[in-house]
């Protein structure tokens, strides 16, 4: 006997529904964060690593790849804008508080890079191309 698929069976989505909220908001809030930067000075070279919504959807954490003062000022300033922006471009039952943070997995990431670095300088491994051996 082949069973079908019953029509009150559900099948779990791909992903939950926080994590594809998070992905649109990340992409709307990357391209928003790209033009307003020709405009801002204080907006270029930050980049929009991920973005952690509440399930309720009242707030978003915004991770940036750096967050200097400056940066963080004038996101501050562009906060109303950019929550306009994805109340246009997204359905959502509330358009969340948006909040910038700094990523801590780069800082991580950049400590890690370091570690190895200096295990590499402590073992004499390869030195990098273009240094003179002495």
Same mark, same amino acid.
Request: charged share 35%; hydrophobic share 35%.
């Given at each position: 006997? @082949?069973?079908?698929?019953?029509?009150? #069976?559900? =099948?779990?989505? %791909?992903? %939950?529904?926080?994590?594809? $909220?998070?992905?649109?908001?990340?992409? +709307? @809030?990357?391209?928003?964060?790209?033009?307003?930067?020709? !405009?801002?000075?204080?907006?270029?070279? +930050?980049?929009v690593t991920? $973005?952690?919504?509440?399930?309720?959807?009242?707030?978003? !954490? @915004?991770?940036?790849? =750096?967050?200097?003062?400056?940066?963080?000022e004038?996101?501050?300033?562009?906060? @109303? =804008?950019?929550?306009?922006? !994805?109340?246009?471009? $997204?359905?959502?039952?509330?358009?969340?508080?948006? &909040?910038?943070?700094?990523?801590?997995? &780069?800082?991580?990431?950049?400590? &890690?890079?370091?570690?190895?670095?200096?295990?590499? #300088? +402590?073992?004499?491994?390869?030195e990098?191309?273009?240094?003179?051996?002495?």
């Amino acid at each position: 006997m @082949v069973r079908g698929r019953r029509s009150n #069976d559900k =099948s779990p989505a %791909p992903y %939950p529904r926080t994590a594809r $909220v998070n992905q649109v908001l990340r992409e +709307i @809030v990357a391209d928003a964060l790209e033009r307003l930067s020709d !405009i801002d000075d204080r907006l270029r070279m +930050i980049t929009v690593t991920s $973005v952690d919504t509440a399930p309720d959807l009242r707030q978003a !954490i @915004v991770y940036l790849s =750096s967050l200097s003062d400056e940066a963080a000022e004038a996101l501050d300033d562009e906060r @109303v =804008s950019l929550q306009r922006e !994805i109340g246009r471009q $997204v359905r959502l039952k509330r358009t969340p508080l948006l &909040v910038f943070k700094s990523d801590p997995a &780069v800082a991580a990431g950049f400590q &890690v890079e370091e570690v190895l670095r200096r295990l590499r #300088d +402590i073992e004499g491994g390869d030195e990098p191309p273009g240094d003179d051996a002495r």
